[in-house]
């Protein structure tokens, strides 16, 4: 089967830094992605990782390990509005399957 | 065009109506995508075509939901005789093809669609 598992809710202060895990089991792989989904707005792609290792961008960075089915998205130096929820993507041929996403609160 | 444009944004229809949605992708994006996303709820995938075919409609959840995708452009989404389990938003996406995987989807601003 299908499936992939990231925490529901985590809550982090502003400055801080936070890591969001993402553990996967599906038929195929062909990349994962991440992305990023505020309240009542559309899902933006944030990072894609299709090697093992880490893939920096500005205060985000994104971890793969295929041989555990598990990544983390790192967001350094939280600003409020990173507040949003943050879903875990893995591409299965050219189909996304998507987790259930995890709702990041910031705190000031 | 410039992003992923859906219509209507918003549809309110009667339980047992059948309501169409409609979606443009970005200009020359080959793959094309339907989600659904419920209340609080993730991504759930419904059907995606690769030009003008539909290789994976396993997401489909019953024979109630169809789609068709013309000139590798826009795509409808038909959802006959509306049901209250319907109501969520539809969320369309397009990307490229799979030679440049590590492009990730572009999504639209769905429709939300209510059932009463």
């Known amino acids: 089967g299908q499936n992939i598992d990231q925490p529901t809710e985590m809550t982090a202060t502003e400055g801080a830094i936070v890591q969001i895990n993402c553990t996967y089991q599906t038929s195929g792989f062909n990349g994962l992605f991440w992305y990023q989904q505020h309240a009542g707005e559309a899902p933006t792609f944030l990072s894609y990782n299709v090697l093992d290792g880490l893939e920096e961008k500005g205060r985000f960075s994104s971890f793969l390990s295929r041989s555990k089915g598990y990544s983390y998205l790192l967001l350094k130096e939280l600003q409020m509005k990173d507040s949003a929820s943050y879903l875990c993507a893995v591409r299965d041929g050219l189909k996304g399957i998507f987790g259930k996403g995890t709702r990041l609160h910031i705190l000031p | 065009g410039a992003g992923v444009s859906q219509s209507p944004s918003n549809k309110v229809t009667e339980k047992g109506k059948d309501v169409e949605l409609r979606c443009d992708p970005i200009?020359?994006?080959?793959?094309l995508y339907w989600y659904r996303q419920r209340l609080g709820q993730g991504l759930e995938f419904l059907i995606y075509?690769?030009?003008?075919?539909?290789?994976?409609k396993s997401g489909l959840p019953s024979d109630r939901f169809s789609a068709e995708r013309t000139g590798e452009s826009v795509s409808t989404l038909t959802i006959q005789r509306t049901q209250q389990e319907d109501s969520a938003v539809y969320l369309c996406?397009?990307?490229?093809?799979?030679?440049?995987?590590?492009?990730?989807?572009?999504f639209g601003s769905g429709t939300r669609l209510t059932v009463v």
């Open positions: 200009s020359g994006h080959t793959a």
């Open positions: 996406a397009s990307s490229l093809s799979r030679r440049e995987a590590n492009y990730g989807y572009t």
């Open positions: 075509f690769q030009g003008n075919s539909a290789p994976d």
